[in-house]
């Protein structure tokens, strides 16, 4: 079970991303009454987009490494850059980059440079959905033993 946990965690980043960004959100703005309200909406879901992403990238980052392990799984050796590259992402298109989209200043460069940022999240979250599903589970990282304490 627990060297299929990262790809279900990478799958969960990936599948809301692409279910909140790609279907959800035009929806809102197909659907609902004015763009007003619509964007309101797409804000409060973006919120929490960002939530389920960092929360995400955490749990990858806290089982990337099995305690008493001497190294990362490969999977993580391999994801790594993207889990970091996404988290920080995530963080700056909702702390830096979306206050300035709800305050409608310069609407259509932090736009612009908003779903960029948000395109770019996704491939991370998709590049480390397949590299947890393309590791071989039977390569073992080396465990420390009592004998050979780490240093």
């Known amino acids: 079970m627990r060297h299929r946990l990262p790809a279900l965690i990478a799958a969960l980043w990936w599948g809301s991303l692409t279910t909140t960004g790609f279907l959800v959100v035009p929806l809102l703005f197909a659907h609902l009454p004015s763009p007003a309200l619509a964007g309101f909406m797409a804000a409060k879901l973006f919120a929490a987009q960002t939530w389920v992403a960092a929360a995400c990238c955490l749990g990858l980052l806290l089982i990337s490494k099995p305690k008493y392990a001497l190294a ?80």
Do not use: K
Not at 109 to 125: E, P
């Open 72 to 151: 990362q799984d490969p999977w993580a050796q391999a994801a790594m850059v993207f889990i970091l590259g996404g988290l920080l992402l995530a963080l700056l298109t909702q702390f830096g980059v979306a206050p300035r989209i709800v305050a409608r200043q310069d609407l259509r460069l932090w736009h612009s440079v908003g779903t960029v940022m948000y395109g770019l999240q996704w491939c991370c979250a998709l590049a480390v959905l397949w590299r947890t599903l393309h590791h071989d589970p039977s390569q073992s990282v080396e465990f420390e033993t009592e004998s050979e304490p780490a240093n």
